[in-house]
């Protein structure tokens, strides 16, 4: 046993930032998600399940608008950081095409929601919680997240995203009263997070000493060339995720929308714990990869989806219980079905930052979503013909990602990539 706990020490040590990487990473993602817990029975009651439904379906619009301008770059410009972190250059060339390229796509985006506006009504009734939602979305160009991911600084983005987080509450109980405070509840929830944005933004031309500049179209080519594999690949997942969502509100109502939010929110906690174990170590182990520390990655990775699933399941019912109230009971039933996603979430991550991406097998990554994509789809159609309820769309979600685990484990076996 003491043997065991000082090899677990001399890992520590060994990997100090990783584990420090990691530890960052986790506790921010953890920390918002356990402030958005604390704040979700208070909203529940407050605004009621159809005007913080009718919020949620909005911010899901909202992200399908997003993914055409933010998806792709973050992967492709992680790997450049993670083998570049000592040149000042090089990190400004990526930052500013990066830069570039997303305000190129918000222009467009922002063009789309101004047609939607003057031809969708329900987009026209709430158009100012669609533009302010949007607006949030220019800050995220000026705070790139993956910037600080490949250099290993997570520690800086902690505490920039939580002071906001933290601020947000004490507004939230002073001036969220009523379903008729929709307006400025959407409005806190956008404005503390913009400005962490433009303080990062100082930060960076600042103290890192970057030098943002918009980058001659022709020489975006290459960015967007590298981008696509993922930008399809992100697109895929949020057209299927955002997707349960949008059919959700527009044919069971925005109460559904809510419970099905309800248990979102507790399957993202233990997805919170998984998924940031791979970004942690990528920039770590990119550098000096085998097969033999892929393996050994795979059985730990195994053991611990394995173990939050069973977790999900046995204590999901009084985690929906204590915040959504008997009302919001039937988000159980889907946190179970749910449950299995946190594994293969995890064995996917896998696959990719340790297979696909060192050997810029990026088409992979793309064909594997575009796999879940049409399994989604077509259980969901076949389902949904013969039982019309949420739990068909939440089932073929669950379903559509096991196909994805298959499909990786056949094209890895296929090409002989292990």
């Not at 607006?135 to 490949?150: C, I, V």
């Not at 509840?185 to 918009?214: A, V």
């Not at 990554?365 to 389902?383: D, E, H, P, R, Y």
């Amino acid at each position: 046993m003491r043997k065991k706990i000082r090899h677990i020490k001399l890992l520590s040590l060994n990997n100090l930032k990783i584990v420090e990487n990691y530890f960052f990473m986790t506790f921010l993602q953890v920390a918002v998600v356990l402030i958005n817990l604390l704040l979700y029975p208070y909203l529940i009651r407050t605004l009621g399940k159809e005007s913080y439904g009718t919020y949620i379906f909005i911010l899901s619009n909202v992200q399908l608008f997003v993914l055409f301008f933010a998806s792709g770059f973050s992967f492709p410009a992680i790997k450049k950081i993670s083998l570049n972190t000592d040149n000042l250059q090089i990190k400004s060339q990526t930052i500013s095409e990066v830069f570039t390229a997303k305000f190129i796509l918000f222009s467009f985006c922002a063009v789309v929601l101004a047609i939607c506006i003057f031809f969708v009504p329900f987009v026209r009734e709430n158009k100012l919680l669609y533009i302010i939602i949007l607006s949030t979305s220019f800050g995220d160009m000026l705070f790139p997240l993956w910037y600080f991911q490949g250099m290993q600084q997570m520690k800086f983005v902690t505490y920039v995203n939580l002071s906001g987080r933290l601020l947000s509450i004490p507004l939230i109980f002073i001036f969220v009263k009523s379903p008729a405070d929709l307006f400025v509840f959407t409005l806190i929830m956008s404005i503390l997070p913009f400005c962490g944005c433009l303080f990062t933004f100082f930060y960076l031309t600042g103290k890192e000493k970057i030098r943002f500049r918009f980058v001659p179209l022709k020489t975006l080519k290459p960015v967007f060339k590298d981008a696509m594999p993922f930008y399809w690949t992100t697109a895929f997942s949020q057209l299927k995720n955002e997707g349960v969502k949008f059919i959700t509100g527009i044919f069971w109502g925005m109460d559904n929308v809510a419970i099905y939010d309800l248990a979102n929110k507790i399957i993202n906690i233990a997805g919170i714990l998984t998924g940031s174990i791979n970004t942690a170590i990528f920039p770590k182990v990119i550098k000096n990869l085998s097969a033999e520390k892929i393996k050994r990655i795979f059985r730990y990775e195994t053991i611990i989806g394995l173990s939050i699933t069973a977790l999900l399941i046995a204590f999901g019912y009084w985690a929906v219980l204590i915040l959504g109230g008997k009302d919001m009971i039937g988000a159980y039933y889907l946190v179970v079905i749910m449950s299995i996603t946190v594994f293969t979430s995890l064995l996917v991550g896998c696959y990719v930052n340790y297979i696909f991406v060192p050997q810029n097998r990026y088409y992979f990554v793309t064909k594997n979503q575009l796999v879940s994509l049409i399994s989604f789809a077509f259980i969901a159609i076949v389902g949904l013909i013969f039982y019309k309820n949420i739990i068909i769309l939440v089932g073929a979600l669950t379903l559509s990602q096991i196909a994805e685990v298959f499909y990786c484990r056949y094209v890895i076996r296929e090409n002989q990539f292990i």
